[in-house]
């Protein structure tokens, strides 16, 4: 929770290795002097509310080998200097407003294995140079304003193992050699102007004509394409009146629809008119990036929960992009099921984005765990039973097999703990909260090692049941998330939370149940 400046006496400490500043509310610009670190080789400030220019000087420092300034306000160019940096290894700088071409001199970084330039506003080309960082393990360059071909020196990348240039604007042919023949570990959706390529990337073909024969059948082509084109527009206008004719008796017999259909559509008014207006009488949860009401939509009878994302925070935004990512194509009865999104403009004229799940009447399981009864001094925890709390622990289990095991692409929860596990009336577990959920579609070991790359220099999750590896910069997998399970299942049968005054001075909740199991069991 540190504010302020970055002071730029830290230039002073002249064998500083690592100075890791992440995750805090410092503001300002990034001291230029911090150049002056002439041993540093970790510089983390990611997850600040810092402006300003990416300084120069930082790229000069020799020893220099993780960089990481993601989730800021910086804006500008990313200055050509970078390729003085002979040693980097790591380049961090998603979520930013960086703009203008990326720096070919990139290029010249040949130790670099991952690189996260996702989430700005980089125009130009796709630096051909990148094809010679031959150790390149990780590639993002998704959403940004990227135009040009793909280049096709990024298929002799040997050992890179995730490319992600989708929603670019980006055309011509795919090439067809090295990663590109993996679509699990490619992405480029979301640039219309793409063709050909592996088969298994499904992008339409390239037409391919020579000149003479477009040069002799051009006359033949205009005498077909423009009569054509009047019946296609008339058409159009037809069916956009039915449609208009259609939506407005729709809206009129709102009412008689259900959330059987597949993402209804709504809007703020009908949000704001379910929720008495959002009324703290509705509220039913809170949370980093969002508040939760209950409300009553369409029929009396359909209580949903509506989820607003609060834009105002840091990460709102790309917690909501996560969150539908992760659910608009999963099913499970054991997952809190999403019935549609809203992005719409609120009274005020500001941007307003929510969710709409449906109502788990139970509360969740955190709160269950620590309710009390009784009256006076004798109150006591509510009794929950062995099978209960079995069946539940089974329901948590089978969603997250689902969502490592049973999809196209292993989804990461990153945050599973007792207050994002919903309750139904019948005692039934379902998962939800996916705002820091990660698509996993390429091969990641299962452990967190030396051998795997830092996606990320900042925490994922919650204190207590996020795994220890994640502090250190692990890489976002499975295993993290198998990790919070077991301090779920522990929770639920101690019921002692893993941050518990209890578990101090080396004592966690996991060496606490070897200490006492099977002797001793908690009703």
Not at 137 to 155: D, E, I, R
Not at 182 to 187: E, G, I, L, M, S
Not at 415 to 431: E, F, Q, R, T, Y
Not at 460 to 472: D, L, N, Q, S
Request: glycine share 8%.
């Amino acid at each position: 929770m540190f504010t302020g400046n970055i002071p730029s006496s830290l230039s002073n400490l002249s064998q500083l290795i690592e100075l890791l500043l992440d995750t805090n509310q410092f503001i300002g610009h990034i001291p230029t002097s911090l150049g002056n670190l002439q041993s540093l080789e970790t510089l983390s400030i990611s997850n600040n509310n810092l402006h300003g220019r990416v300084p120069e000087r930082i790229f000069s420092i020799p020893t220099i080998r993780e960089i990481g300034l993601s989730s800021n306000n910086l804006h500008g160019q990313l200055p050509a200097e970078v390729g003085n940096a002979k040693q980097l290894v790591i380049l961090l700088l998603s979520a930013n407003k960086l703009s203008g071409d990326i720096p070919s001199t990139v290029g010249a970084c040949k130790s670099l294995e991952d690189i996260e330039l996702d989430n700005n506003i980089f125009n130009g080309n796709i630096p051909a140079s990148f094809g010679n960082l031959f150790g390149l393990k990780v590639l993002n360059l998704s959403y940004n304003n990227l135009t040009g071909s793909v280049p096709a020196s990024l298929g002799n990348l040997q050992h890179l193992e995730q490319l992600d240039l989708s929603f670019n604007h980006l055309e011509g042919k795919v090439p067809v050699h090295g990663i590109f023949k993996n679509a699990t570990a490619t992405h480029i959706d979301g640039n219309q102007g793409l063709c050909g390529g592996a088969s298994n990337l499904y992008l339409p073909s390239c037409s391919v004509m020579s000149s003479n024969i477009s040069k002799y059948r051009l006359p033949v082509i205009f005498k077909v394409a423009i009569p054509l084109a009047c019946m296609l527009s008339l058409l159009a206008t037809v069916i956009f009146v039915l449609l208009w004719r259609r939506k407005k008796h729709m809206r009129s017999s709102m009412s008689s629809l259900s959330f059987d259909s597949k993402f209804p559509k709504v809007s703020y008014k009908d949000l704001a008119r379910a929720t008495d207006g959002f009324s703290v009488s509705n509220l039913i949860g809170t949370g980093r990036y969002s508040s939760v009401y209950r409300g009553k939509i369409l029929q009396e009878e359909n209580v949903v929960a509506v989820k607003v994302l609060c834009l105002e925070t840091r990460g709102a935004q790309r917690s909501f992009i996560a969150e539908c990512n992760a659910l608009r194509n999963v099913r499970h009865r054991n997952l809190v099921r999403i019935l549609t999104a809203c992005s719409s403009i609120d009274s005020r004229g500001n941007d307003f984005k929510a969710l709409l799940y449906e109502f788990m009447p139970g509360g969740d399981l955190h709160n269950l765990l620590y309710s009390t009864e009784g009256n006076g001094n004798s109150l006591k925890q509510s009794y929950i039973s062995l099978a209960q709390r079995l069946n539940i622990v089974v329901d948590i289990a089978d969603a997250m097999a689902y969502l490592h095991h049973n999809h196209h692409g292993s989804i990461v929860h990153c945050d599973l703990k007792p207050s994002n596990i919903l309750l139904d009336n019948g005692m039934v577990a379902h998962v939800g909260d996916f705002g820091l959920a990660r698509l996993q579609v390429y091969p990641m070991s299962s452990s967190f090692d030396g051998s795997t790359s830092v996606s990320s220099l900042a925490i994922r999750g919650t204190i207590g049941y996020v795994a220890p590896e994640y502090g250190a910069g692990g890489q976002v997998s499975t295993a993290a998330d198998v990790y919070s399970f077991g301090v779920v299942l522990l929770e639920i049968f101690i019921r002692k939370s893993p941050t518990d005054d209890m578990f101090k001075d080396g004592l966690s909740i996991a060496k606490f149940a070897e200490v006492n199991f099977p002797d001793i069991l908690s009703k």
